[in-house]
């Protein structure tokens, strides 16, 4: 059951992502490594928070500043401030996303076999996904908007068929 909930909502995820990305692209661009930083940015707090109010320990042994949320605040203040340099590096991480998309969605169609017969159809979609991101990866500074345009059309497709996949499968 978890398995099941785990794949609908990853679906459900792609499809709100890829529409994002393809109705506000220019700044689902930016909000999205800005969206980033403000994920470095809590977990530094927190942890300097609990750094300064733990209890003092009149033991010899004291605690050692936390340098790792100083820098989880620093590098996420520097994504707030400087979106666009991120983004290059961030066209990377897409194509790598959907790298990892397709061949996890070849895998589990390959394991599939054992207990139902797989339309050849379906593997169509896994594989325009991982040809896409080897696309992303080797060009990604051609067009930047139209590679986040692609990303988030390949994200709705990627999320339709996983939902397709999930509700032909669920009884397996």
């Given at each position: 059951?978890?398995?099941?909930?785990?794949?609908?909502?990853?679906?459900?995820?792609?499809?709100?992502?890829?529409?994002?990305?393809?109705?506000?692209?220019?700044?689902?661009?930016?909000?999205?490594?800005?969206?980033?930083?403000?994920?470095?940015?809590?977990?530094?707090?927190?942890?300097?928070?609990?750094?300064?109010?733990?209890?003092?320990?009149?033991?010899?042994?004291?605690?050692?500043?936390?340098?790792?949320?100083?820098?989880?605040?620093?590098?996420?203040?520097?994504?707030?401030?400087?979106?666009?340099?991120?983004?290059?590096?961030?066209?990377?991480?897409?194509?790598?996303?959907?790298?990892?998309?397709?061949?996890?969605?070849?895998?589990?169609?390959?394991?599939?076999?054992?207990?139902?017969?797989?339309?050849?159809?379906?593997?169509?979609?896994?594989?325009?996904?991982?040809?896409?991101?080897?696309?992303?990866?080797?060009?990604p500074f051609a067009v930047i908007t139209n590679t986040f345009i692609l990303f988030g059309a390949t994200s709705i497709f990627y999320g339709l068929c996983e939902?397709?996949?999930?509700?032909?499968?669920?009884?397996?």
């Amino acid at each position: 059951m978890k398995q099941i909930n785990n794949t609908l909502l990853r679906s459900i995820f792609a499809i709100l992502l890829g529409l994002m990305l393809i109705l506000w692209t220019e700044l689902a661009i930016l909000y999205l490594v800005m969206t980033i930083g403000v994920l470095f940015i809590f977990p530094g707090i927190i942890s300097l928070l609990s750094y300064f109010t733990q209890r003092k320990q009149q033991s010899a042994s004291k605690a050692i500043f936390p340098i790792e949320s100083a820098g989880s605040i620093l590098f996420g203040a520097w994504l707030l401030i400087m979106p666009e340099f991120f983004v290059n590096i961030l066209m990377y991480i897409f194509g790598g996303l959907l790298l990892i998309a397709g061949i996890h969605q070849l895998i589990t169609l390959i394991l599939a076999r054992k207990w139902n017969i797989i339309p050849w159809p379906f593997y169509i979609m896994p594989t325009i996904t991982l040809a896409i991101g080897i696309i992303i990866i080797v060009y990604p500074f051609a067009v930047i908007t139209n590679t986040f345009i692609l990303f988030g059309a390949t994200s709705i497709f990627y999320g339709l068929c996983e939902t397709i996949s999930w509700l032909r499968f669920r009884k397996r």
